[in-house]
């Protein structure tokens, strides 16, 4: 039984025939547990992002709830398109960054994430990680307890992110910009590593991990 289908909507590593690239990224969730839709991080560009998700025969109107990663402008840039398309939509982002979310969007639906929280069935954010700047993740638990993890860019370190995740699973799956992360066996024994938009040792990691190593494209659906 498939329990999240993973479409990519923005990477600026490729994208497939009818769709756009673009510096940053995002990933649109099916959510098969609760039948609702779900956008993790928004790209940088928000006609980008909608044309995208349209292609997938999606209606932004369908969109139940956003879970910004980390206030950067790559991640976070199509939210003002999402919410002007869909201003009830529901957006969570670190609770470092509320404030200033608020400030843009003072109309919005937003709140802000501190501690590890299920947001529905199946899906969790980590809480915020970082001393400075903070981010989160998000978890997709599976009905055999596996985990998949989205991540935006992983400033605060991949590896919190992945001994967190393996306190509630094992991994199975990681998606997502790793930026500069390079201790490489927390990668051990997870089936699909699907580095992506700032991942620094990407040629490492598909050298070291040949059969993990997936390459993630704009248009890509994946079913876990």
Do not use: W
């Not at 329990?3 to 497939?16: G, P, S």
């Amino acid at each position: 039984m498939t329990n999240f289908i993973l479409h990519i909507v923005y990477d600026d590593r490729c994208a497939k025939p009818d769709f756009l690239s673009g510096f940053g990224f995002s990933t649109l969730i099916y959510n098969a547990y609760s039948k609702e839709f779900s956008l993790f991080d928004t790209g940088g560009n928000g006609d980008s992002l909608v044309y995208n998700i349209e292609r997938l025969g999606v209606k932004i109107s369908e969109i139940k709830r956003v879970i910004i990663s980390h206030n950067h402008h790559d991640h976070a840039g199509g939210l003002s398109k999402i919410i002007q398309l869909n201003p009830q939509i529901l957006v969570y982002v670190p609770h470092a960054a509320l404030a200033s979310f608020k400030h843009v969007f003072p109309d919005a639906n937003i709140q802000g994430i501190s501690k590890f929280l299920e947001m529905e069935q199946g899906m969790y954010s980590s809480g915020e990680y970082g001393a400075n700047f903070t981010e989160h993740c998000l978890y997709l638990q599976l009905d055999s307890g596996e985990l998949i993890i989205l991540v935006g860019c992983a400033h605060p370190g991949l590896e919190n992110y992945i001994i967190k995740g393996r306190e509630m699973g094992k991994i199975r799956a990681i998606i997502g910009g790793f930026h500069g992360f390079n201790k490489f066996s927390f990668l051990e024994g997870i089936e699909f590593i699907g580095a992506c938009h700032c991942t620094a040792k990407m040629k490492e990691i598909a050298k070291r991990f040949p059969d993990q190593f997936k390459r993630i494209c704009v248009g890509d659906s994946i079913s876990f």
